[in-house]
């Protein structure tokens, strides 16, 4: 029996629950050299800013333990070009676009979201808001239910009402559900948990700091367990909030573990690099994993892990590993 | 076999391929992998990404190898030269034939071959001179002649010292501790090849402080010279933002530019060779290049304006 893998974004009936993770997939122009972007879930864009940006000097990456610091700088074109080239090209390629979005005030935001309410073919806006508030000494809005919110605020204010406003969330923080209540009370459909961990190496040979930005985030595998601990808690307390869950996704039982911890949607980010085909592969292997253990639909184990465990064994029938 | 579907216009390729042999090659390993579909779709200058340690693997990070050579038989194998060095290159070294590994190609831009039947100058450092040899055949399939110069630190780091002499008009060879060849560096025995071989064109492949070197003599004689640099690289296609160097375009105007797509093969002369490494002032998008919004606050120039980056702090704070 074939597991019903149908997922909701907003309005959009998304084919699966398996989208890229901002960041690792450009404009998803580059993977569909490897698969066809129209049969994923959705393509999350890199966070594109008000203008072009050359991002952080290099070194900009270096290889950790299952995982990877990165510290890029959100180098990109700009919203224009975005909408003028990337936007097209994703929506021709029949693809469903989350595009993200990055600013350095609330104004800036605010500007991200009217330029994209009034292009057609958005699906849902990513607001990473992992951003240092440059009137504000730089501290990250992330970090702040305050500034969180002011900026989900804006973006809500000034987006399409039918395009779904999700806001990712940092997980260096000391209460995450903190964040997402203040995201959601300022108008956020949804929450996407979690973005990178602030993390740093230092090179052996040289004694000095690896990557030239010093600090960079940490992705891959070797973060899941903090992903699977955020989502849990946001969905523990907020049981209502869609959830995009991403963080060291890297097969389907991973993603099943992110929807059992409350997850409607997933995001694949740093085994993109390990594997381009990572999303259609992750696809098949999530049908598997739900088929295997006789799951009809998908919704049905959304969040599946906070029911009581007599329930759960009810209806895990099957061959569970 | 191919887990990729490649576009129509013949893009690269990610196969399953099956190790067909590693050997020892000097300093360096040989690995020879049948993947029809790469082989097929190669031109010299482009390379290979490699998934190590199976599929539990720690090391998340795809190795890039230049491709060194393809050949038809077993319906098309891809032959790439490394060091091992780290764990990843050390799991590839022990692989062993009919192994299987997961590899994508062929990526980046390659050499651009003349269409005259001019003189060539080939310029490789240590394993960097790994790509040469195929753009050597294709130069000479253009009626090209080709010299080969190469050099590394010292003998059993030369790569392909005996090919090079095999198929070069002339082949020169460097070594720092002098124990093959002339005692030196490429660049110092550089002026010398042009003048006697009237070089026409110049081809290199190398670390970067020799590209720089080869770029600066090849202005001065006024000789173009097309570089295939080496950055790390996180993905290998283009998606990562791990591989940028300073590049000016056509237009005059500098940009970061991905190396393993916009590249790995650039003129020289494009390459901000002294600010790789940076962002360089004027480069398109850096920090002088605010957001109109900021500059009208008065906010150019604060510190706070260094700006965000891609995992998630203001770094310094």
């Known amino acids: ?23 690792c997939a450009g404009s998803g122009r580059e993977l569909a050299q490897f698969f066809d972007v129209s049969k994923i879930g959705a393509v999350v864009t890199k ?117 779904p406003v999700f806001a990712k969330l940092s997980p260096d923080v000391t209460d995450i559900v903190a964040i997402a209540r203040a995201c959601v009370a300022a108008g956020a459909d949804g929450l996407s948990l979690i973005n990178t961990l602030l993390g740093m190496t230092i090179d052996m040979d040289t004694m000095r700091p690896v990557l030239a930005g010093v600090t960079g985030g940490l992705s891959g595998p070797a973060i899941r367990p903090v992903a699977v601990r955020c989502i849990w808690q946001v969905r523990e307390a907020l049981p209502d909030v869609p959830i995009i869950g991403m963080g ?24 993109i690099f390990h594997d381009p085909s990572a999303c259609m592969r992750i696809v098949r292997e999530l049908e598997e994993e739900l088929a295997r253990r006789g799951v009809e639909r998908l919704p049905d184990v959304v969040g599946l892990a906070h029911e009581p465990s007599s329930n759960s064994r009810r209806r895990l029938t099957g061959n569970v590993s | 076999m191919t887990v990729g579907t490649p576009e129509p216009e013949a893009g690269p390729v990610q196969v399953r391929g099956t190790v067909l042999t590693v050997r020892r090659v000097d300093a360096y390993y040989a690995m020879t992998v049948v993947a029809p579909g790469i082989a097929a ?62 590899i994508t190609g062929p990526l980046g831009r390659p050499f651009p071959v003349p269409r005259d039947p001019v003189t060539c100058l080939l310029v490789g450092g240590g394993y960097g001179s790994a790509p ?70 110049i081809y290199a492949c190398g670390p970067m402080p020799m590209l720089r070197q080869v770029t600066l003599l090849a202005r001065r004689y006024d000789i173009p010279v097309q570089v295939a640099v080496e950055e790390l690289m996180a993905c290998g296609v283009g998606v990562c933002m791990t591989c940028v160097l300073p590049v000016v375009g056509t237009d005059g105007i500098t940009r970061m530019v991905r190396s393993c797509v916009d590249g790995p093969v650039f003129r020289g002369e494009q390459v901000r060779w002294d600010d790789v490494g940076t962002i360089p002032f004027d480069a398109f998008g850096a ?28 770094n310094g704070h």
């Open chain 2, 41 to 102: 779709r190669f031109k010299p200058g482009q390379f290979v990404t490699l998934a190590v340690g199976g599929p539990s693997t720690s090391m998340l990070l795809r190795r890039s190898f230049s491709v060194h050579d393809v050949r038809p038989d077993h319906g098309g194998t891809v032959e790439f030269v490394f060091a091992a060095d780290g764990p990843g290159t050390r799991w590839l070294a022990e692989r062993r034939s009919r192994d299987v590994v997961d």
């Open chain 1, 248 to 271: 060291g996704v890297r097969t389907g039982q991973d993603a099943l573990e992110l929807i059992l911890a409350g997850a409607t949607l997933v995001s694949v980010g740093t085994a």
């Open chain 2, 287 to 314: 920090p002088g290049w605010e957001p109109r919004s900021r500059r009208a606050a008065g906010l150019s120039g604060a510190p706070a304006a260094a700006g965000p980056h891609g995992g998630n702090q203001a």
């Open chain 2, 132 to 201: 040469l040899f195929s753009l050597s055949a294709r130069l000479r399939e253009r009626r090209c002649t080709v010299d080969f110069l190469l050099g590394a630190s010292t003998g059993e780091k030369v790569f392909g010292a005996l090919t090079a002499r095999r198929t070069g008009r002339t082949a020169t060879i460097t070594t720092e501790d002098g124990s093959l060849g002339a005692r030196g560096i490429v660049t110092d025995m550089m002026g010398q090849i042009i003048h006697e071989a009237r070089t026409d064109a």
């Open chain 1, 47 to 163: 966070s594109v800013m008000l203008a072009a940006r050359a991002g952080r000097p290099t070194p900009r990456m270096a290889e950790t333990p299952s995982g990877m610091l990165n510290s890029i700088g959100l180098q990109g074109p700009g919203i224009d070009a975005f909408l003028q080239r990337d936007l097209p090209w994703l929506l021709s390629r029949g693809a469903r676009a989350v595009v993200s979005i990055a600013g350095g005030t609330v104004d800036e935001y605010a500007e991200l979201a009217t330029r994209l309410s009034d292009s057609a073919g958005v699906t849902a806006i990513e607001v990473n808001i992992s951003c240092p508030n440059v009137e504000d000494r730089g501290q990250v809005f992330a970090c702040d239910a305050g500034a969180a919110a002011a900026v989900v605020d804006a973006v809500r204010g000034r987006a399409r009402y039918d395009i």
């Open chain 1, 1 to 23: 029996m074939a597991t019903d893998l149908r997922a909701r974004l907003g309005q959009a009936e998304l084919p699966n629950p398996i989208l890229t993770a901002s960041g």
